[in-house]
């Protein structure tokens, strides 16, 4: 069984800065994909990065620039900087982990952490 476990959702004001962490613990392939989504308020769930175990990444027109997805395989944990925040940015940001490779097959999502971004 594998966890995810997000923090660092909050309130913040246009342009600043926050941090997303998602610590992933069970039995997890090597080869896989984590990624950050979020679901805005009235809109469907939208993809905001991912990052292969190789380390590409692949990011949202409208946050490349501004967020910066990253990995660290040594302590199974995926983070999400997030600056120069704006309004439209504030969503229940979630995060993922998927992986196929022969008959091994995964998709696991954490919980949600709410960002508020308001002045």
């Known amino acids: 069984q594998v966890q995810l476990v997000v923090s660092g959702g909050g309130l913040v004001q246009p342009g600043d800065s926050l941090r997303l962490s998602c610590a992933a613990s069970?039995?997890?392939?090597?080869?896989?994909?984590m990624g950050w989504y979020r679901h805005p308020p009235g809109k469907e769930r939208e993809l905001v990065a991912t990052?292969?175990?190789?380390?590409?990444?692949n990011y949202a027109d409208s946050v490349k620039g501004r967020f910066t997805i990253s990995r660290d395989d040594a302590k199974n944990t995926l983070y999400l900087q997030m600056n120069s925040l704006k309004p439209e940015d504030a969503a229940v940001y979630y995060c993922n982990i998927y992986y196929k490779y022969g008959f091994l097959y995964g998709n696991y999502w954490g919980q949600g952490t709410q960002v508020t971004v308001s002045s």
């Open positions: 069970g039995s997890i392939f090597s080869i896989n994909t």
């Open positions: 990052i292969t175990s190789a380390g590409d990444t």
